[in-house]
């Protein structure tokens, strides 16, 4: 089976790469990896020395239109590639790949674990093209029910996962990093999905630095954009492969970053996040109301969010209560690489079998 996979987003590249792995280990299966310049997506291709095309090394802009464009374009470059390996199968979580794989009569697996109404544009520009939209069983795909393949599982497990992703404390220490710390995530915010969102502004950063320091904890800011040069001081200085296990031993994630809740969620790691998005997606309400390993608050609830970062950072037993809160939601949910090497290897009678017997797939489940 000859594969293709698109990445725009180094989080669609992680959920993947374990099983990209495995694939090419399998005799008979060739890979081809094509991305876009995004964030640290490159940086982690070239740590794990995987071959890779960069379709679009200059990063696009925020906005409507060079969003737009930069659909545009990706259908451009794409398409020669795709003409020239003819693969059996497409997967993304890009409307490129699903729209071009619809004109060639090539089947495609859409990836997502972002509810419909949340990523519409996206979704109405994807969903009727695609073949089969690969997700979490809790996320909504609005009226393509009929295309879900729903597992149970998320895609962060994809990639921290016990049974692929063990923290090592050397990481910790390579970086001098000592005592309680705790990681300010701070996002750009510049996805289609993401005009009109707000988060962490610098007043109240300034009230969660003053905070953590008074409970004896160091802060840290990781941040996509610039920080301000009176901020450099508390920048977290890393190699992106190593950001997940600086995060596992932290001791509470604040964010305006939903991706980085649902890292800190499947690490065990208590996480609190700013953000218009809270309340809206479904993969972090599961996880905050039935493992509560996660909070979210709406922009302007400023009171509430600096006392439950109080509340958490007083806990005397907080690791051994979130690892808990960790053990119980991994006990309900599946070994997600493993569930997706087979998904993929038996595509696309998998899909069928995950249709008619949802089941199956507690096969997985460790």
Not at 66 to 75: A, D, H, M, T, V
Not at 266 to 277: C, H, K, Q, T
């Amino acid at each position: 089976m000859r594969i293709l996979f698109y990445f725009g987003h180094p989080a669609q590249y992680l959920f993947a790469r374990a099983t990209i792995k495995r694939l090419l280990k399998k005799p008979g299966f060739e890979v081809q990896i094509l991305i876009k310049t995004k964030d640290v997506l490159e940086d982690l291709l070239k740590a794990d020395q995987l071959s890779y095309i960069n379709i679009l090394p200059q990063e696009r802009g925020s906005s409507k239109l060079q969003i737009g464009l930069s659909l545009i374009k990706r259908n451009f470059k794409i398409l020669p590639k795709i003409i020239k390996n003819r693969p059996d199968l497409m997967i993304s979580t890009d409307a490129s790949i699903a729209q071009l794989g619809n004109m060639l009569h090539i089947n495609c697996i859409s990836i997502t674990e972002d509810d419909y109404e949340v990523v519409k544009t996206l979704g109405d520009l994807t969903y009727p093209f695609t073949k089969h939209i690969l997700c979490p069983e809790v996320c909504d795909v609005g009226k393509w029910k009929n295309k879900k393949v729903g597992y149970s599982g998320y895609m962060k497990l994809g990639y921290l996962h016990p049974n692929v992703f063990t923290p090592e404390e050397s990481v910790k220490e390579k970086y001098k990093l000592a005592g309680k710390y705790v990681i300010i995530r701070l996002a750009k915010l510049t996805a289609h999905h993401d005009f009109g969102i707000k988060g962490i502004n610098k007043t109240l950063l300034g009230q969660l630095l003053k905070m953590i320091e008074e409970s004896g904890s160091q802060p840290y800011i990781s941040a996509e954009g610039d920080l301000h040069k009176d901020l450099e001081v508390y920048k977290l200085n890393i190699a992106p492969q190593d950001m997940h296990h600086i995060l596992a031993f932290s001791s509470l994630l604040i964010c305006d970053s939903q991706s980085m809740s649902v890292e800190a969620a499947m690490l065990g790691v208590p996480s609190i996040r700013y953000s218009d998005f809270a309340g809206r997606i479904s993969v972090l309400e599961e996880l905050e109301h039935k493992y509560e390993l996660t909070y979210g608050f709406r922009v302007g609830d400023e009171k509430s969010i600096i006392n439950k970062i109080s509340e958490v950072l007083s806990l005397e037993n907080m690791t051994e209560l979130y690892q808990e809160k960790r053990r119980k939601m991994l006990s309900e949910k599946i070994d997600v690489t493993s569930f997706l090497e087979w998904f993929i290897s038996d595509y696309p009678k998998s899909a069928e079998m995950i249709k008619t017997k949802p089941d199956y797939q507690n096969r997985f489940i460790c």
